[in-house]
């Protein structure tokens, strides 16, 4: 799939949340929020164009793992953050060669963490390969630095509450 296919408006599942954040800020709120609510041992699959907020996003998310900064794992393809056996695994599929090439990288350890959360940009590169205790993130770009984000659980036992307004969150 190349990156541009991200960004075709597709119709969110009827469980889907849809939040618009208005910042880099908020959209790391997002993250954290996520990080809050997901059960451990769930898969975060982001999707969205570069410079969508995928890595924003995972920054939120990495913060309540305790990251202070983050970075793209797009050359290492993974990142981890937080202290064992809790933590964040973040990947990311944007140079992965082909879908073959993540049996070369014993990754399924990485997507079923015992404690803790995968986050994997690019998901689309790997469709075939995600596990179903998922969700997945669709990251739109809506104007400036607005984002359009739906937040759809895959798995029937994940369910998401109300997301609060920004401005109470702490």
Known sequence: ??????????????????????????????????AHVLPDGCVVALFGNLAAGKTCLTRGMASVFGAKAIHSPTFTLENRYGTPPRQLIHLDLY??????ALTDLGWEESLEPETGLCVIEWADRAMDWLPPLRVDVRIYHA??????????????DITLPEFPVFSDMA
Do not use: F, K
């Open 95 to 100: 140079r992965l060669p082909g879908p073959h």
């Open 143 to 156: 104007g400036n630095n607005r984002r359009r984000v739906e937040i759809e659980p895959v798995h029937p």
């Open 1 to 34: 799939m190349n990156a541009s296919t991200s960004e075709i408006p597709r119709s969110p599942g009827e469980h889907a949340r849809i939040i618009e954040t208005n910042s880099p800020e908020q959209t790391e709120q997002l993250g954290a929020w996520l």
